[in-house]
Protein backbone atom coordinates (compact mmCIF):
# COMPACT_ATOMS: atom_id res chain seq x y z
CA UNK A 1 0.00 0.00 0.00
CA UNK A 2 1.26 3.63 -0.53
CA UNK A 3 2.10 5.39 2.57
CA UNK A 4 3.62 8.86 2.60
CA UNK A 5 5.21 10.32 5.98
CA UNK A 6 5.66 14.00 6.89
CA UNK A 7 7.49 15.23 9.89
CA UNK A 8 7.29 16.84 12.24
CA UNK A 9 3.17 16.22 12.52
CA UNK A 10 3.68 19.89 13.93
CA UNK A 11 6.09 23.00 14.93
CA UNK A 12 5.78 26.00 16.45
CA UNK A 13 8.16 28.60 15.62
CA UNK A 14 9.29 32.07 16.11
CA UNK A 15 8.84 34.78 13.19
CA UNK A 16 12.53 34.68 11.10
CA UNK A 17 13.16 30.82 12.43
CA UNK A 18 13.79 29.07 9.27
CA UNK A 19 12.26 25.38 9.28
CA UNK A 20 12.44 22.21 7.19
CA UNK A 21 10.06 19.67 6.70
CA UNK A 22 10.54 16.28 5.95
CA UNK A 23 8.63 14.20 3.62
CA UNK A 24 9.37 10.29 2.73
CA UNK A 25 7.30 7.66 0.47
CA UNK A 26 6.75 4.51 -0.81
CA UNK A 27 4.61 4.71 -3.53
CA UNK A 28 4.73 2.63 -6.66
CA UNK A 29 4.64 3.81 -10.10
CA UNK A 30 6.75 6.92 -8.53
CA UNK A 31 6.64 9.81 -10.96
CA UNK A 32 6.92 13.26 -9.31
CA UNK A 33 6.43 14.66 -5.99
CA UNK A 34 4.18 17.67 -5.09
CA UNK A 35 4.22 20.32 -2.13
CA UNK A 36 1.23 21.95 -1.18
CA UNK A 37 0.15 25.01 1.24
CA UNK A 38 -3.07 24.72 2.56
CA UNK A 39 -4.44 27.32 5.08
CA UNK A 40 -8.10 28.08 6.25
CA UNK A 41 -9.09 26.65 2.61
CA UNK A 42 -7.80 24.86 -0.64
CA UNK A 43 -4.45 23.15 -0.86
CA UNK A 44 -2.51 25.68 -2.96
CA UNK A 45 0.21 24.31 -5.27
CA UNK A 46 4.11 25.02 -4.38
CA UNK A 47 6.71 22.87 -5.86
CA UNK A 48 6.43 19.92 -8.44
CA UNK A 49 9.60 17.73 -7.93
CA UNK A 50 11.01 15.28 -10.76
CA UNK A 51 14.52 14.82 -10.87
CA UNK A 52 16.93 14.36 -7.81
CA UNK A 53 18.98 16.44 -6.16
CA UNK A 54 17.44 19.52 -8.23
CA UNK A 55 16.15 22.15 -5.58
CA UNK A 56 13.47 24.17 -6.95
CA UNK A 57 12.99 27.57 -4.99
CA UNK A 58 10.47 30.29 -4.73
CA UNK A 59 11.08 33.33 -2.42
CA UNK A 60 11.98 32.33 0.82
CA UNK A 61 10.76 28.44 -0.10
CA UNK A 62 12.76 25.99 -1.82
CA UNK A 63 12.57 21.89 -2.17
CA UNK A 64 14.51 19.12 -3.11
CA UNK A 65 13.69 15.64 -3.93
CA UNK A 66 16.08 12.62 -3.01
CA UNK A 67 15.03 9.67 -4.96
CA UNK A 68 17.41 7.16 -3.37
CA UNK A 69 16.58 8.12 -0.12
CA UNK A 70 12.57 8.21 -1.37
CA UNK A 71 12.20 11.53 0.23
CA UNK A 72 11.75 15.26 -0.15
CA UNK A 73 12.54 18.44 1.94
CA UNK A 74 10.59 21.96 1.85
CA UNK A 75 13.06 24.64 3.38
CA UNK A 76 10.97 28.05 4.70
CA UNK A 77 13.62 30.89 5.26
CA UNK A 78 13.35 33.99 7.91
CA UNK A 79 9.93 32.76 8.54
CA UNK A 80 6.66 34.96 8.43
CA UNK A 81 3.29 34.83 10.97
CA UNK A 82 1.82 34.44 6.91
CA UNK A 83 3.92 31.06 6.53
CA UNK A 84 1.41 29.48 9.09
CA UNK A 85 -0.78 26.77 7.39
CA UNK A 86 -0.42 22.77 6.92
CA UNK A 87 2.07 21.75 4.25
CA UNK A 88 1.26 18.82 2.41
CA UNK A 89 3.39 16.20 0.71
CA UNK A 90 1.58 14.75 -2.17
CA UNK A 91 3.94 12.10 -4.37
CA UNK A 92 2.28 10.24 -7.49
CA UNK A 93 1.66 6.82 -7.38
CA UNK A 94 -0.35 3.62 -7.50
CA UNK A 95 -1.34 2.20 -10.99
CA UNK A 96 -3.12 5.65 -11.98
CA UNK A 97 -0.78 7.89 -10.65
CA UNK A 98 -3.08 9.60 -8.16
CA UNK A 99 -1.24 12.05 -6.03
CA UNK A 100 -0.83 10.49 -2.34
CA UNK A 101 -1.38 13.12 0.04
CA UNK A 102 1.10 12.92 4.05
CA UNK A 103 -1.13 13.81 6.92
CA UNK A 104 0.80 17.31 6.69
CA UNK A 105 3.01 19.38 9.12
CA UNK A 106 0.99 22.42 10.99
CA UNK A 107 3.33 24.91 10.60
CA UNK A 108 2.74 28.03 13.13
CA UNK A 109 5.17 31.06 12.93
CA UNK A 110 4.57 33.12 16.02
CA UNK A 111 5.33 37.05 15.86
CA UNK B 1 -11.96 34.93 -12.16
CA UNK B 2 -12.28 31.62 -10.36
CA UNK B 3 -9.98 29.00 -11.91
CA UNK B 4 -11.82 25.62 -9.91
CA UNK B 5 -15.05 26.61 -8.63
CA UNK B 6 -17.63 24.41 -6.09
CA UNK B 7 -21.04 25.02 -4.99
CA UNK B 8 -21.98 24.71 -2.52
CA UNK B 9 -19.33 26.22 -0.09
CA UNK B 10 -21.86 24.70 2.66
CA UNK B 11 -23.93 21.73 2.61
CA UNK B 12 -26.31 20.45 6.07
CA UNK B 13 -28.36 18.38 5.53
CA UNK B 14 -29.92 15.18 7.62
CA UNK B 15 -29.07 11.08 7.43
CA UNK B 16 -30.80 9.54 4.76
CA UNK B 17 -30.48 12.22 2.20
CA UNK B 18 -29.40 12.63 -0.76
CA UNK B 19 -27.09 15.81 -2.26
CA UNK B 20 -24.92 16.75 -4.74
CA UNK B 21 -22.13 18.82 -5.45
CA UNK B 22 -20.88 20.93 -8.19
CA UNK B 23 -17.75 21.56 -9.63
CA UNK B 24 -16.72 23.38 -12.73
CA UNK B 25 -12.94 24.49 -13.82
CA UNK B 26 -12.40 27.00 -16.42
CA UNK B 27 -8.81 26.27 -16.86
CA UNK B 28 -9.01 23.82 -19.86
CA UNK B 29 -8.21 21.16 -18.48
CA UNK B 30 -8.81 17.23 -19.41
CA UNK B 31 -8.76 15.83 -15.35
CA UNK B 32 -11.05 16.61 -12.66
CA UNK B 33 -10.79 15.08 -8.93
CA UNK B 34 -13.40 14.88 -5.81
CA UNK B 35 -11.15 14.64 -2.93
CA UNK B 36 -12.47 14.28 0.91
CA UNK B 37 -10.90 16.25 3.86
CA UNK B 38 -11.68 14.36 7.12
CA UNK B 39 -11.43 15.73 10.79
CA UNK B 40 -8.40 15.43 10.79
CA UNK B 41 -7.02 16.60 7.87
CA UNK B 42 -6.12 13.85 5.90
CA UNK B 43 -6.87 14.57 2.07
CA UNK B 44 -7.79 11.26 0.25
CA UNK B 45 -8.56 10.74 -3.29
CA UNK B 46 -12.14 9.94 -4.17
CA UNK B 47 -12.61 9.64 -8.09
CA UNK B 48 -10.67 10.80 -11.10
CA UNK B 49 -12.21 11.94 -14.69
CA UNK B 50 -10.10 12.25 -17.61
CA UNK B 51 -11.74 14.15 -20.66
CA UNK B 52 -15.11 12.64 -18.91
CA UNK B 53 -13.86 9.00 -18.94
CA UNK B 54 -13.57 7.30 -15.00
CA UNK B 55 -9.84 6.69 -14.17
CA UNK B 56 -9.18 6.12 -10.49
CA UNK B 57 -11.94 5.17 -8.23
CA UNK B 58 -10.95 4.40 -5.01
CA UNK B 59 -12.29 2.27 -2.36
CA UNK B 60 -15.83 4.52 -1.90
CA UNK B 61 -19.10 3.31 -1.10
CA UNK B 62 -21.25 3.06 -4.10
CA UNK B 63 -23.85 5.97 -2.74
CA UNK B 64 -21.31 8.03 -3.80
CA UNK B 65 -21.19 9.08 -7.53
CA UNK B 66 -19.36 11.28 -9.71
CA UNK B 67 -20.58 12.72 -12.78
CA UNK B 68 -18.90 14.51 -15.37
CA UNK B 69 -21.31 16.06 -18.44
CA UNK B 70 -18.41 17.36 -20.20
CA UNK B 71 -14.12 17.97 -19.19
CA UNK B 72 -14.96 21.01 -16.96
CA UNK B 73 -17.79 20.17 -14.94
CA UNK B 74 -17.04 17.13 -12.52
CA UNK B 75 -20.14 16.74 -10.34
CA UNK B 76 -20.93 14.10 -7.07
CA UNK B 77 -24.16 12.94 -5.94
CA UNK B 78 -24.27 11.39 -2.61
CA UNK B 79 -27.00 8.81 -1.75
CA UNK B 80 -28.45 7.94 1.67
CA UNK B 81 -26.03 10.56 3.57
CA UNK B 82 -24.53 8.95 6.98
CA UNK B 83 -22.86 10.65 9.65
CA UNK B 84 -19.42 9.44 8.29
CA UNK B 85 -19.86 11.77 5.22
CA UNK B 86 -19.20 14.92 7.27
CA UNK B 87 -16.34 16.12 5.41
CA UNK B 88 -14.96 18.69 3.22
CA UNK B 89 -14.88 18.03 -0.13
CA UNK B 90 -12.31 19.35 -2.54
CA UNK B 91 -12.69 19.38 -6.27
CA UNK B 92 -9.29 20.02 -8.60
CA UNK B 93 -8.41 19.86 -11.51
CA UNK B 94 -4.85 19.12 -13.77
CA UNK B 95 -3.65 19.30 -17.00
CA UNK B 96 -3.26 16.19 -17.57
CA UNK B 97 -3.48 13.03 -15.24
CA UNK B 98 -1.12 12.09 -11.81
CA UNK B 99 2.19 14.04 -12.90
CA UNK B 100 0.99 17.22 -12.70
CA UNK B 101 -0.30 20.18 -10.25
CA UNK B 102 -3.50 19.77 -9.46
CA UNK B 103 -5.46 23.19 -9.10
CA UNK B 104 -8.42 22.75 -6.14
CA UNK B 105 -11.59 24.55 -5.62
CA UNK B 106 -12.40 26.28 -2.55
CA UNK B 107 -13.76 23.34 -1.24
CA UNK B 108 -17.21 22.10 0.22
CA UNK B 109 -17.79 21.43 4.19
CA UNK B 110 -20.46 18.71 4.31
CA UNK B 111 -22.26 18.31 7.62
CA UNK B 112 -24.40 15.81 8.05
CA UNK B 113 -26.80 15.70 11.84
Known amino acids: EDKVVQSPLSLVVHEGDTVTLNCSYE??????LLWYKQEKKAPTFLFMLTSSGIEKKSGRLSSILDKKELSSILNITATQTGDSAIYLCAPTGGGSEKLVFGKGTKLTVNP | DTAVSQTPKYLVTQMGNDKSIKCEQN?????MYWYKQDSKKFLKIMFS???????INETVPNRFSPKSPDKAHLNLHINSLELGDSAVYFC????????????FGPGTRLTVT
Open chain 2, 27 to 31: LGHDT
Open chain 2, 92 to 103: ASSGRSGSYEQY
Open chain 2, 49 to 55: YNNKELI
Open chain 1, 27 to 32: VTNFRS
